[in-house]
């Protein structure tokens, strides 16, 4: 076990270890014990960052999104779903994930119709204002879903996300694919090329239950013949569509934090000490070493960490229990 002056937790580590290490103690007849303290070598405090997701939202704006939703159309739910100024989605976690915006339809000979905002961080006013300028459906336009999945998927490519940032595509969408020759079969390997590219498709099907929907999830979560199949999520109100968002991206917000430059001994968990947002955090209730390069919050303390806008983590570990 080496001695490391400098680590981080994504960020660069607050202070540098001491002189001398602690030997692990090893029992002949058992494992590893874990690290013994040595009281000259200080503590290595980190200030964690947790993953930041890259998430692409894939919005139908067909002609049958102008139809009544419990008294709102339902792309004026969906809207409410996504931007509300006090309980949108995009609203609550723009500063945790890269988030962007695609609107499709078809339009005259234009197929598919694409309006967009690239993905950024703090994006919530650009989609917003992208959403409430198309604030409702092109009557007559038709559902061009693979199309659509495809022109997504090229723009990861052509602008990939941060370094460390997973991508994912959420689509919503209240109908079957048409339009630009689309079919349930095209969009099927749109979902499928999707996710082979590492874009992994979430899939919220808007007052519709067609079986086309459960293939759609299968084939963007990778799901193979006789495998379990993919959630996928079912809007009958605007209520459900709040919910349907917040678990999707919620579930897409990250609470591992990931150790760069060394690794932690996993028998060290148990001696670290985690603070959320000043608070002290609890081995094993509030937060486990997965490996010895991922902290994970869990429980009370990953919702916290995922609804505080600008949360402070602080974490830190016996010197002698960080390896090279």
Same mark, same amino acid.
């Given at each position: 076990?080496?001695?490391?002056?400098?680590?981080?937790?994504?960020?660069?580590?607050?202070?540098? %270890?001491?002189?001398?290490?602690?030997?692990?103690?090893?029992?002949?007849?058992?494992?590893?014990?874990?690290?013994?303290?040595?009281?000259?070598?200080?503590?290595?405090?980190?200030?964690?960052?947790?993953?930041?997701?890259?998430?692409?939202?894939?919005?139908?704006?067909?002609?049958?999104?102008?139809?009544?939703?419990?008294?709102?159309?339902?792309?004026?739910?969906?809207?409410?779903?996504?931007?509300?100024?006090?309980?949108?989605?995009?609203? =609550?976690?723009?500063?945790?994930?890269?988030?962007?915006?695609?609107?499709?339809?078809?339009?005259?000979?234009?197929?598919?119709?694409?309006?967009?905002?690239?993905?950024?961080?703090?994006?919530?006013?650009?989609?917003?204002?992208?959403?409430?300028?198309?604030?409702?459906?092109?009557?007559?336009?038709?559902?061009?879903?693979?199309?659509?999945?495809?022109?997504?998927?090229?723009?990861?490519?052509?602008?990939?996300?941060?370094?460390?940032?997973?991508?994912?595509?959420?689509?919503?969408?209240?109908?079957?694919?048409?339009?630009?020759?689309?079919?349930?079969?095209?969009?099927?390997?749109?979902?499928?090329?999707?996710?082979?590219?590492?874009?992994?498709?979430?899939?919220?099907?808007?007052?519709?239950?067609?079986?086309?929907?459960?293939?759609?999830?299968?084939?963007?979560?990778?799901?193979?013949?006789?495998?379990?199949?993919?959630?996928?999520?079912?809007?009958?109100?605007? =209520?459900?569509?709040?919910?349907?968002?917040?678990?999707?991206?919620?579930?897409?917000?990250?609470?591992?934090?990931?150790?760069?430059?060394?690794?932690?001994?996993?028998?060290?968990?148990?001696?670290?000490?985690?603070?959320?947002?000043? =608070?002290?955090?609890?081995?094993?209730?509030?937060?486990?070493?997965?490996?010895?390069?991922?902290? =994970?919050?869990?429980?009370?303390?990953?919702?916290?960490?995922?609804?505080?806008?600008?949360?402070?983590?602080?974490?830190?570990?016996? %010197?002698?229990?960080?390896?090279?």
């Amino acid at each position: 076990m080496t001695r490391s002056c400098f680590l981080s937790l994504v960020l660069a580590a607050l202070s540098a %270890c001491g002189s001398k290490n602690t030997a692990a103690s090893v029992d002949a007849n058992g494992p590893e014990t874990g690290p013994e303290p040595d009281a000259t070598c200080p503590a290595i405090h980190f200030m964690p960052t947790s993953v930041t997701p890259s998430i692409g939202l894939l919005l139908d704006r067909s002609g049958s999104m102008a139809l009544n939703f419990g008294g709102v159309t339902r792309y004026q739910a969906m809207a409410s779903a996504l931007v509300d100024p006090n309980t949108g989605v995009v609203k =609550q976690f723009e500063a945790k994930a890269y988030f962007g915006a695609t609107l499709y339809t078809t339009s005259g000979d234009t197929c598919p119709r694409l309006r967009e905002v690239e993905r950024s961080l703090n994006n919530y006013t650009a989609i917003a204002n992208l959403i409430n300028a198309n604030s409702t459906p092109d009557p007559g336009g038709l559902t061009p879903t693979s199309s659509s999945i495809r022109a997504m998927v090229a723009a990861f490519a052509a602008n990939p996300p941060p370094a460390g940032s997973p991508p994912l595509i959420v689509l919503a969408t209240d109908g079957l694919p048409n339009g630009c020759g689309d079919s349930t079969q095209a969009s099927v390997a749109a979902a499928a090329a999707s996710y082979a590219a590492g874009i992994p498709l979430f899939v919220l099907a808007i007052n519709e239950t067609s079986e086309h929907f459960q293939d759609l999830a299968n084939a963007g979560a990778g799901v193979q013949p006789g495998q379990p199949n993919a959630p996928y999520f079912i809007g009958n109100n605007p =209520q459900d569509l709040v919910t349907a968002f917040n678990s999707i991206i919620g579930g897409a917000i990250s609470c591992d934090l990931t150790i760069t430059g060394g690794t932690v001994d996993t028998a060290a968990g148990a001696l670290g000490t985690v603070v959320l947002n000043g =608070q002290p955090l609890v081995y094993g209730v509030d937060w486990i070493l997965v490996d010895g390069t991922t902290i =994970q919050l869990t429980g009370a303390a990953c919702t916290e960490l995922k609804s505080t806008p600008t949360p402070t983590v602080d974490a830190s570990f016996p %010197c002698g229990s960080v390896l090279l």
